[in-house]
């Protein structure tokens, strides 16, 4: 069966480490992968898309890396902060379907 | 802000109601797709309307509907409602159809069924 997971519930890191979340498919056939934060309360807010044919991808702190080969996905964000504290969820489309959302990692950066 | 809204952001109903659920997407998009979360979940995907037809489903029944308007603003429409909808439902607009890369949630609304 087709499955999204996420390693862990909830990932408690200090201040200024760097959070590393992964993201594990089977029986997907990914086009594309992304990564998005929600706040509580909140919709979900666009982060980072990784295409099938790309390994990596950064934006200022952020760095996501795509291994169809593993079918995983590793999200890292540098020098974390607690404004950085949020649920973060990844989500994969397949060729001509729509979104697949993982059930979210809930990040918490200690002062 | 992403400039998708949603109303109501807050709603009760009880068992076997009816409840109609709105959003407003965003400026130059056409397609808005709707997802249910459930508390500590990831969003599920209910289903997208693109230029006002129905364009791919999830796993819902058919007492989930919906509908787009002209000016690609969409409503979520729930029938009998049950305990298990209690969700949050986000919309999302996009433009296009295909391999969409990037959508615009709204905040969402909260259902809770009593």
């Known amino acids: 069966s087709q499955k999204i997971e996420q390693n862990s519930e909830a990932l408690n890191i200090q201040e200024g480490k760097t959070a590393t979340l992964t993201c594990n498919y089977t029986n997907y056939s990914p086009a594309y992968l992304q990564w998005y934060r929600q706040d509580p309360g909140r919709g979900p807010v666009f982060l980072l898309l990784i295409r099938e044919n790309e390994k990596e991808k950064r934006k200022e702190r952020l760095k996501v890396t795509f291994d169809t080969t593993l079918k995983q996905s590793l999200f890292h964000i540098t020098a974390s902060q607690p404004a950085d504290s949020a649920t973060y969820l990844c989500a994969l489309v397949n060729y001509g379907q729509n979104f697949v959302f993982g059930p979210g990692t809930r990040l918490s950066v200690l002062p | 802000e992403t400039g998708v809204t949603q109303s109501p952001t807050h709603l009760i109903k009880t068992r076997g109601q009816q409840v109609t659920l709105r959003c407003s997407s965003q400026?130059?998009?056409?397609?808005v797709s709707w997802y249910q979360q459930a508390l500590g979940q990831g969003p599920q995907f209910i289903f997208q309307?693109?230029?006002?037809?129905?364009?791919g489903r999830g796993n819902f029944p058919p007492r989930f509907s919906g509908l787009q308007f002209p000016n690609y603003s969409s409503e979520l429409n729930v029938n009998a409602l049950e305990l298990d909808d209690s969700a949050l439902y986000l919309c999302?607009?996009?433009?296009?159809?295909?391999?969409?890369?990037?959508?615009?949630f709204g905040p969402g609304t909260r259902l809770l069924v009593l």
């Open positions: 999302a607009s996009s433009l296009g159809t295909g391999v969409v890369e990037t959508q615009y």
């Open positions: 400026s130059g998009h056409n397609t």
């Open positions: 309307y693109y230029r006002e037809e129905e364009n």
